[in-house]
């Protein structure tokens, strides 16, 4: 409703008046409706009233403004819906919202839904027709890696339409490498010395074309290195280093360096001096010790034993009771102790420590050496020699000084010493705070020939040889006591006595046996019967071979056999025999034929004409016979068979014969130097 300046009849009647665009009313209610609304209807309305008939004058309305509102169209950002960019590089992001009444209101909002409100410019331009307008906002913005992959959001809207119209951006960053630098294998947080360290680089960028560059205090590690850098057998050099990892990518560099904190134990920078001062002298021992933990250090008082300071410094007011020795000691916990000494010297006369007697061979260079102990050191070194001084320029002597680290050595030298040069010296040393003085007794000394040494040496040597020589011997003559081969040679003899006969006899032979026997002896007492007492005797025997006396008829006439007298018949083979190196078995009830007898050209022979052969070493002794000699028929009428033999066989008994054990050692029987007396039962072989 218009505002009017003067009262209006009610019942004014109106009409338009299309030359001026004012509607002229009559009485009444005179709005005004505009539909539909449009831009141009964007004005200032008045309602005026004409003069009136009767002359009244003319009124009008106060103006009203009709504002058209339009919504602005969707917001555009003019960089596009993807941009790539690089980190740090500022770049400008410009949403633009057309043709809005009134203008668009821009709101920006990163990825992370946060509202921008710093960095942006914002801009109005108006469109031709005057009554819309253009938005613009500009975001000025510095990427970070953080943005990279992130969504920008543009949003425009105004009065007309609250709803909010979008645009979106995707932005790339391209960005340098960030660096991590890390140690790796640290013991308990702890580089120790000596062992591998591994530093390890990772790196994060866009684009990933990493190189990787090492330094150590700026100084380039040389090999091929990457994402790990690796040191070994690390030293203390190498502590408080400075080691850095250098990437780069096509945008740029990254570094990150790492401080190295290497465990290593002590080890003396400085050790400590020893010192020379005046009783009541305040003095400073220093113990510098390098080490990693600082090292604890540990100050000791020799002749006490006591701890006495426990820093790097110890100061002393110097006495007879702080003079002397002291100790440092430093250590590091996981690491060897060090230690050093260091004297403290209380200066004072000097004191001669030599022997008194010195000796020297005649005719060679003889020295006499006189050693003082001087704090400070001597200011001079005399030698007298009856009652008159040594003179270095005479030709028999010359005088020579070692300087040591408490005092001096002093030795005189004589040339070719002759009878003359032995005797009594004195010695004198002298320093700022006295002297001392000393008799050295210089005695001849008797020169044992060279030659006797060697002589009495190599005497020695060869007495030791040969006591060794005979005691060797001694134990090789020993009797070893009986073993188990014995005693299962004893164990044989005895099932041999118990089931076999005279015609049993087996003898196994190995080739190539030692020359030791087994001696198996069977006793049985009178009455005993085969289970009495048995002994088993080792020692060395003869070969079955040569002539063997035989007693017979008890021992009163011995009869000579002899190996060659017989021939060696020829047994067939039986099935199945292996001999293995052994003597086959011979069966004489199944193999052997007696052949006829032959007669002997031998004259020692002669007599023998009651020897049965059979009894022959060779017919026991396979390896005595041959192949071409024959045994002859046994003598069975009127002549015995000689001893042992016939003992047993007198008796009604048959003679047992002991089987022999199968040892390498049982190649020979062994005769016994007297006629042996036979108890019935009992055999007497030696193998």
């Not at 990279?148 to 425009?156: D, E, G, I, K, R």
């Not at 013991?187 to 866009?206: P, S, T, Y």
């Not at 030709?395 to 408490?406: F, G, Q, S, V």
């Not at 026991?620 to 000689?642: C, K």
């Amino acid at each position: 409703m218009l505002g009017l300046t003067n009262t209006l009849p009610t019942d004014l009647s109106c009409q338009t008046v299309p030359s001026d665009s004012c509607v002229v009313c009559s009485t009444g209610d005179y709005s005004l409706d505009i539909y539909p609304v449009m831009l141009d209807d964007d004005a200032r309305f008045q309602c005026q009233v004409g003069p009136g008939l009767l002359g009244e004058p003319g009124i009008r309305s106060k103006f009203a403004t009709l504002t058209i509102l339009v919504p602005p169209e969707p917001p555009r950002i003019i960089q596009g819906d993807f941009l790539v960019t690089t980190e740090d590089r500022e770049i400008e992001l410009e949403c633009v919202s057309l043709a809005g009444k009134p203008a668009a209101e821009i709101t920006w909002i990163d990825g992370l839904g946060t509202v921008l409100t710093d960095g942006i410019e914002y801009i109005k331009e108006f469109l031709p027709d005057g009554r819309r307008i253009t938005a613009k906002s500009i975001l000025k913005l510095t990427p970070k890696k953080e943005h990279h992959n992130t969504t920008f959001t543009c949003q425009a809207q105004n009065t007309a339409d609250r709803t909010y119209r979008s645009a979106k951006l995707r932005l790339q960053v391209k960005y340098a490498p960030k660096v991590t630098l890390s140690v790796v294998g640290a013991h308990n947080g702890r580089l120790l010395e000596g062992q591998e360290v591994r530093l390890a680089c990772q790196a994060d960028a866009n684009p990933l074309d990493l190189t990787y560059r090492w330094y150590i205090n700026d100084k380039p590690v040389p090999g091929d290195y990457t994402t790990e850098l690796l040191l070994s057998n690390i030293s203390r050099k190498f502590h408080d280093a400075i080691v850095k990892c250098e990437v780069h990518n096509p945008v740029g560099k990254s570094e990150e360096s790492e401080t190295l904190d290497i465990s290593y134990g002590p080890r003396f920078r400085t050790r400590p001096q020893s010192l020379q001062a005046d009783q009541g002298t305040t003095l400073t021992l220093s113990c510098d010790v390098d080490g990693n933990p600082p090292p604890d250090i540990v100050w000791i008082h020799d002749s006490t034993g006591k701890v006495v300071g426990t820093s790097v410094n110890l100061t002393l007011e110097v006495d007879p009771d702080t003079a002397g020795r002291y100790y440092c000691k430093a250590s590091v916990m996981g690491f060897p102790e060090i230690g050093a000494e260091a004297t403290i010297y209380l200066k004072g006369p000097p004191t001669i420590i030599s022997h008194r007697t010195q000796f020297g061979i005649q005719g060679d260079n003889v020295r006499l050496e006189c050693v003082a102990f001087s704090i400070p050191r001597p200011d001079h070194v005399m030698w007298t020699y009856k009652g008159n001084e040594v003179n270095s320029k005479d030709k028999d002597y010359t005088i020579l000084e070692d300087r040591l680290p408490e005092g001096i050595k002093s030795t005189l030298v004589i040339r070719e010493s002759q009878e003359e040069h032995f005797g009594s010296y004195n010695c004198s040393v002298i320093n700022p705070y006295g002297s001392d003085v000393v008799e050295i007794i210089l005695k001849p000394q008797k020169n044992f020939p060279l030659l006797m040494i060697l002589v009495g040496v190599i005497g020695g040597v060869v007495v030791i040889i040969a006591i060794a020589m005979v005691v060797i011997l001694c134990q090789r003559r020993e009797k070893k006591p009986p073993s188990a081969n014995c005693q299962d040679a004893e164990k044989q003899c005895k099932e041999s006595d118990r089931s076999s006969n005279i015609s049993d006899l087996k003898l196994e032979l190995r080739t190539g046996s030692s020359v030791s026997n087994v001696h198996c002896e069977l006793e049985y007492g009178p009455g005993d019967s085969e289970t009495g007492s048995e002994s088993v005797v080792t020692r060395v025997g003869v070969p079955l071979a040569g002539p063997v006396s035989m007693p017979v008829n008890g021992g009163e006439h011995l009869y000579p056999r002899y190996s060659a007298e017989f021939t060696d018949p020829t047994f067939p083979p039986k099935d199945g025999q292996n001999n293995n190196g052994y003597v086959p078995y011979v069966d004489y009830s199944r193999d052997y034929n007696p052949p006829p007898p032959i007669e002997s050209s031998r004259e020692s022979l002669s007599t023998v004409t009651a020897i049965d052969p059979r009894y022959s070493a060779v017919y026991g002794n396979p390896y005595l016979r041959n192949s071409n000699t024959s045994l002859p028929a046994p003598h069975t009428v009127g002549t015995p068979a000689p001893p042992p033999y016939s003992a047993a066989t007198r008796n009604g008994a048959v003679p047992q014969v002991a089987r022999l054990p199968n040892s390498p050692t049982s190649q020979y029987i062994v005769p016994n130097s007297q006629p042996p007396t036979m108890k019935r039962g009992t055999l007497a072989t030696h193998v």
